[in-house]
């Protein structure tokens, strides 16, 4: 009823298209006169505000606002829209496969031939992409039927799409191909860290009428390749996707500089999934004209969706593993027992926790991972299976049982790797009795998209407040069910302040006694992992371990307005017990890591102090059976330390860790999120190992073999 009562209400979309005023209306996004942008009354329950109500507007996404209740949008069926030309509709329909829009969708769709520029907020994971391509593939379609010739040689660049990353670009760029598939239009992408000439001889021999490109290329061609210059001055359209995410990975310059190359009279879009300041006054510069805000998340409706929910859990950071891995374990049961597969991505503050961590989570849950080929598949089975013309994934999931797989991506993974694992966990199937996991950093929380992600784990606080929408937003997409869980350390609880417009509420499962249990490995609820668990601490080097415990420092001393930050010596007592877990004893930090933390001098430690055997708690010292107990750390600070002190010295290598959100500046992944230390894996491996003692002997970590170490159960994985 509800359905035919909304189709009802709508009229042709011919009829959506926005009146609009000229002039100058909105450049006053930061202060000055703004217009209103026409408003169809028979418009669907969505939010469509103008640039003046965008001005007044000046709450972030993250935080507090009045809960209230919006309108539930009803798809609607593509079929309703007569504004989409037959051959966008037909790849639509064909290619894509998609038979209802999305909100977003709707509300660009309906509104269909739009002149003007365009804002969109909609949440994560709800079809932007689609959106605004269709949209723009339309705009380009009026103006090649204006201009026959431009049409035919297909040369100029008609569409030009700016995105912070080239995994973006690329996601981007394969949507666009299926879109124009029945147009024979050409889809070409200019991004860093591939071979610039190529790219160049591309653009200048095949059609480039859809352009997709990182910002430091791009610009980089337009300054200084006069051919591209020609080429992208009569650009009919252009396309700012993840704004928030531009603006963050300091891109404005180069965003200024690439307009200033195209015509005044193009159309702008600027797309993004939170809207703050700095994407306001983005707003005010690359508008040349009016513009319209399409926004589809409520005026008080969180940015999170419905069907995702949200929980924290408040643990010591020694904890953090154990329930990590029950975390995981338990998803990926509860999913099979209902018939169905698991994706699970797990954020890690930095690339040196998220490479400790997902190692030790590798160790622990991965399991028949050698029968699988690059895709995914079986190896020793495939040829009967194809003989037998089975469905492979079915055959496969039951002849050799459950399969776990753990990828991990991060800024320091090389860009080729980076995107080979990032084709492999998208296309891992989600088929009963199978998980894939995917470690990460922020690198892989912004509009890269994983279908069917089922659950979201954030271990620790994102870098900024509004990352965490966008993290959860892997999750619960195309509005399928999702689940988001953060694991909080008791220093990080300030952060749930930053984020009181979201729907998070405490685990009612992980109450005290449960977390106890989960890391009481003898008796609790991960008792038959011990062994595994117990190897894989055992297997981190005490090095790598303490450099993951710095990282997390010098990532909170760089994020400290998130955090509860009364002092350094706090953030330091409340972290340094990560290093229980593997049984590595606490040494002095870096004294640059102290300014930075602001501590000012180095406290005063003896070596009692730099063991845990003092602090008492953790695992061991509960039920002798854990990880705590310990003895002191041997290392001395000027031997230990001095030349690490180096790895402080810039800003950018303090603070790195924190940008391995986004990558490198040109669109990659990596450059930019330099960690500490150069070496890539957090374990030894077996040649490694048999030069602990060497190692210990020689005044480096002293790691004290507790006494549940050795058993015969903890060597055996
Ligand atoms: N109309 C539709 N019907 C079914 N699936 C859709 C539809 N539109 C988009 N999708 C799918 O939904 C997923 C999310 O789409 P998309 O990546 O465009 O979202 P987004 O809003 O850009 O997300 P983010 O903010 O995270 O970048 C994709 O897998 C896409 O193929």
């Known amino acids: 009823m509800q359905q035919i009562l909304a189709r009802l209400a709508r009229p042709a979309a011919h009829a959506f298209a926005l009146a609009r005023a000229p002039g100058p209306g909105w450049a006053a996004l930061a202060g000055a006169p703004v217009r209103l942008a026409a408003r169809p009354a028979f418009c669907a329950p969505i939010r469509l505000l103008s640039s003046e109500a965008l001005a007044h507007e000046r709450r972030d996404d993250a935080a507090p606002s009045a809960p209230a209740a919006s309108a539930e949008y009803v798809p609607v069926s593509y079929s309703e829209y007569t504004g989409i030309s037959p051959y966008t509709m037909k790849a639509i329909d064909k290619v894509m496969g998609f038979k209802t829009a999305t909100k977003v969708q709707d509300q660009i769709i309906s509104r269909l031939p739009i002149e003007g520029d365009i804002m969109i907020k909609a949440k994560t994971g ?120 531009l603006l963050d990975m300091g891109f404005r310059d180069e965003l200024n500089k690439i307009t200033s190359f195209l015509p005044a009279d193009r159309q702008t879009f ?19 004209r009016g513009f319209d805000m399409i926004d589809c998340v409520g005026r008080d409706e969180a940015n999170s969706h419905a069907n995702v929910k949200q929980e924290y859990i408040t643990a010591s950071p020694e904890q953090h593993i154990p329930l990590l891995i029950d975390l995981v374990e338990t998803h990926i049961k509860q999913n099979k027992a209902e018939g169905r597969g698991s994706k699970i991505v797990v954020f890690f503050p930095t690339i040196k926790a998220a490479d400790l961590y997902g190692e030790v989570l590798r160790q622990v849950v991965q399991k028949n991972v050698h029968q699988l080929d690059d895709r995914g598949f079986g190896q020793q089975h495939q040829h009967q299976h194809q003989r037998r013309g089975q469905p492979l994934r079915l055959r496969h999931a039951r002849e050799i049982g459950d399969i776990v797989k753990l990828f991990t991506i991060h800024g320091k993974i090389s860009q080729e790797s980076r995107s080979r694992r990032s084709d492999q966990f998208r296309a891992f199937p989600v088929s009963a009795g199978r998980a894939s996991i995917l470690a990460t950093t922020d690198v892989s929380a912004r509009g890269v998209d994983y279908p069917d992600v089922s659950m979201v784990i954030q271990v620790g606080i994102p870098p900024q407040a509004e990352s965490y929408i966008h993290r959860l937003g892997r999750t619960g997409r195309a509005g399928k069910a999702g689940e988001g869980v953060a694991i909080l350390a008791p220093v990080e609880m300030a952060f749930l302040g930053k984020i009181k417009s979201m729907p998070i509420t405490q685990s009612e499962k992980y109450t005290p006694d449960y977390i106890r249990s989960v890391c009481d490995l003898e008796n609790g609820a991960l008792a038959h992992l011990a062994p595994r668990i117990t190897s894989a601490a055992q297997n981190a080097d005490p090095e790598r371990v303490e450099s993951a415990y710095h990282s997390m420092l010098a990532y909170y001393a760089a994020g400290s307005e998130l955090i509860d930050h009364p002092g350094g010596d706090r953030i330091i007592a409340g972290t340094e017990p990560m290093l229980k877990f593997f049984n590595v004893p606490a040494t002095p930090i870096p004294r640059r890591l102290h300014e930075a933390l602001r501590v000012g001098k180095l406290p005063r430690r003896d070596s009692s102090d730099r063991g845990s055997g003092s602090r008492g708690g953790g695992f061991g010292s509960r039920n002798h059976r854990g990880f705590g107990s310990r003895g002191g750390g041997s290392r001395s600070r000027d031997g230990g330390f001095g030349s690490r002190d180096d790895r402080f010295r810039s800003r950018d290598d303090r603070f790195g860790s924190r940008d391995d959100r986004f990558g490198s500046r040109d669109g990659g992944f990596g450059s930019r999120d330099r960690s500490f230390g150069s070496r890539e894996s957090s374990f030894r491996d077996g040649s490694d190992r048999s030069q602990r003692g060497d190692r210990q002997s020689g005044g480096g970590h002293h790691r004290p073999t507790p006494h549940w170490m050795g058993r015969g159960k903890v060597g055996s994985r």
Not at 157 to 171: M, S, Y
């Open 126 to 245: 709800t079809g932007k992409t689609v959106a605004f391509l269709v949209s723009a593939i339309e705009s380009l379609l009026r103006a090649y039927e204006a201009d026959p010739e431009r049409r035919a040689k297909g040369h100029k660049i008609g569409c030009l799409i700016v995105t912070p990353t080239r995994e973006l670009a690329k996601q981007i760029a394969t949507e666009a191909e299926k879109l124009v598939k029945h147009h024979r239009w050409g889809v070409q992408s200019i991004v860093g860290g591939e071979r610039a000439s190529y790219q160049l001889r591309a653009l200048q021999m095949r059609r480039a009428d859809i352009v997709i490109g990182t910002p430091g290329r791009l610009r980089d061609f337009l300054e200084n390749q006069p051919s591209v210059n020609e080429q992208a001055v009569d650009t009919k359209v252009m396309i700012m996707d993840e704004a928030d995410v």
């Open 270 to 288: 600027l797309v993004s999934a939170t809207l703050n300041q700095k994407v306001r006054e983005l707003a005010s510069t690359v508008f040349a």
